[in-house]
């Protein structure tokens, strides 16, 4: 089992009325959430943990995860309110305004952390919920508790709108890549986190640090790979965008499940990862990617639709 650890939010995305007003519509999100999903969807045993409300929000999200079949044991459903998130879409891409106090996620402390089943192999972090405290601390106090024995995949995916203490939050990302065994992050967070443009340097580096592979999405310019032992680029794929709400969390379960279904992701794998791995695990993260950019909102696609 791939458990999720972070945030399930509301999306609130910007629509044109029947009438033809502004309006924002609500969609179940939240890129731990999205992750989540798309790994129910491409037949991953999944689980989940963060707190979820029991607002009538909240109960959209529940069912969101149990429709794409995400076992929820590992969650905790509290009488706290829902996060919402108001997405811009600005040429396709999405800019985001938090609202998150009192959250049933963001108040998660460290006596509400699971203990986990044998059948755990892995735990994704990342994103929103590794900026308010103080959930941000609970999650890594969950990485540092199982970092020793299960896989961790990391992708920052930086809501700098958050992050009032840049010092700080660059601290924390720093001690978590070097408990991650898979640090999946973007050219753009690369460039915000580092203030250089210079990929390979910046994964050399978190290589050294800790990680075992590092994946970089670069959008339309395809996807780089780097362990200690190896790099590649693999090109992208054309696709006609509606939006890129989503994309990068159905890449990282996509790129999670080509490796779990090759038996890869576990501790004694990870850190030697051949060529032929990675690349089909690119390949098929940027195939399921594709789907969720062809059409609106953080759709990720079932295993049938990757099938055809």
């Known amino acids: 089992m791939i458990v999720c650890c972070g945030e399930a939010l509301i999306d609130m995305l910007p629509r044109i009325s029947k009438d033809g007003a502004a309006v924002y ?5 939240g890129s731990i959430f999205n992750t989540a999903i ?6 991953i045993i999944t689980g989940f943990f963060s707190g979820i409300s029991t607002d009538f929000f909240g109960d959209s999200l529940i069912a969101g995860l149990k429709a794409s079949n995400v076992d929820l044991k590992y969650a905790k459903i509290w009488d706290k309110p829902s996060t919402l998130a108001f997405v811009k879409l600005d040429n396709g891409q999405a800019r985001y305004s938090f609202f998150d106090d009192n959250s049933a996620g963001r108040m998660l402390t460290t006596k509400d952390l699971p203990k ?3 059948d755990v192999n892995a735990l994704h972090f990342g994103s929103f919920s590794l900026v308010p405290e103080p959930g941000a601390s ?3 106090a969950l990485m540092a508790r199982e970092a020793e024995r299960r896989v961790i995949c990391l992708d920052p995916n930086v809501r700098e709108t958050l992050i009032k203490d840049r010092r700080a939050y660059l601290e924390r990302i720093n001690r978590l890549i070097v408990m991650c065994d898979i640090l999946k992050i973007s050219d753009e967070d ?3 986190i580092t203030g250089k443009t210079d990929l390979t340097a910046a994964a050399r580096k978190w290589l050294n640090a800790g990680a075992k592979v590092v994946v970089i999405t670069r959008g339309e310019n395809g996807v780089e790979v780097f362990t200690k032992g190896l790099s590649f680029k693999q090109p992208s794929l054309s696709v006609k965008v509606v939006d890129t709400v989503g994309a990068g969390d159905t890449f990282t379960a996509g790129f999670l499940a080509s490796l779990q279904k090759a038996g890869k992701l576990n501790k004694a794998a990870v850190s030697y990862l ?3 791995s990675l690349r089909n695990a690119v390949i098929y993260a940027a ?5 969720t950019v062809s059409r609106a909102g953080a759709n990720p696609p079932w295993l049938h639709e990757l099938q055809n």
Do not use: K, M, S, Y
């Open 38 to 43: 798309a790994l129910g969807r491409l037949g």
């Open 190 to 192: 690369i460039t915000w």
């Open 274 to 276: 051949d060529e032929t």
């Open 138 to 140: 609970t999650l890594e």
């Open 116 to 118: 986990l089943a044998a």
């Open 25 to 29: 519509q609500p969609f179940n999100g």
């Open 287 to 291: 195939r399921a990617a594709a789907v």
